[in-house]
């Protein structure tokens, strides 16, 4: 089921993955979306969009810094000045999990990167597919957009409502796979 595997370090989007990035960009696709599509890791798309001009020209040092050195002493203060552990601060997915068990929620596991149970997936390869149709190559970015708003009107209703009715099928084979990969 999780067919998606993060790139390798010091691995760097080639130029059609690149184009792909700057579409999904104008069609203001979350990050998480754009890398699964793309197959490559957040980290490696959020330096690319970062500044697309110099991607690429320069070797990195490692991974930015989120948090100015002073703001991480501010954190780890305040971190020490509560009763939530470091490790419930640091993964709100804990904190999460116990409020939803404290209200007697049950929750299924279930990997954060599912594309097999998510039909808008089946959206955007065939959306995907019909705009890049025999190879079809775009001079600017308004052409492409323009390409994709014709290519989405022509997907007919019938199609998404048969991805919503096939959930019920998706849920099913994941489980009988026990989270492995489906035909989806």
């Given at each position: 089921m999780l067919r998606y595997?993060?790139?390798?370090?010091g691995k760097t989007l080639t130029m059609p993955e690149r184009a792909q990035v700057d579409l999904m960009v104008q069609l203001n696709m979350s990050?998480?979306?754009?890398?699964?599509?793309?197959?490559?890791?957040?980290?490696?798309?959020?330096?690319y969009m970062s500044d697309p001009v110099a991607?690429?020209?320069?070797?990195?040092?490692?991974?930015?810094?989120?948090?100015?050195?002073q703001d991480e002493r501010n954190v780890a203060r305040a971190v020490s000045n509560t009763m939530k552990s470091a490790k419930d601060v640091a993964n709100p997915y804990n904190s999460t999990r116990a409020?939803?068990?404290?209200?007697k929620i049950k929750v299924l596991d279930w990997p954060a990167c599912s594309?097999?149970?998510?039909?808008i997936e089946s959206v955007w390869g065939f959306l995907t597919r019909s705009v890049y149709k025999n190879g079809k190559q775009y001079n600017s970015i308004s052409e492409l957009k323009d390409a994709v708003k014709t290519e989405?009107?022509?997907?007919?209703?019938?199609?998404?409502?048969?991805?919503?009715?096939?959930?019920?099928?998706?849920?099913?084979q994941v489980i009988q796979?026990?989270?492995g990969f489906t035909r989806y």
């Open positions: 595997l993060t790139m390798g370090r990050i998480s979306l754009m890398s699964a599509r793309i197959h490559c890791s957040r980290t490696l798309n959020d330096c991607y690429g020209t320069s070797k990195s040092t490692g991974r930015a810094r989120k948090l100015k050195q409020i939803l068990a404290s209200k594309p097999d149970l998510n039909p989405w009107s022509k997907i007919h209703p019938s199609y998404l409502e048969n991805l919503s009715n096939s959930m019920p099928n998706r849920i099913f796979k026990n989270g």
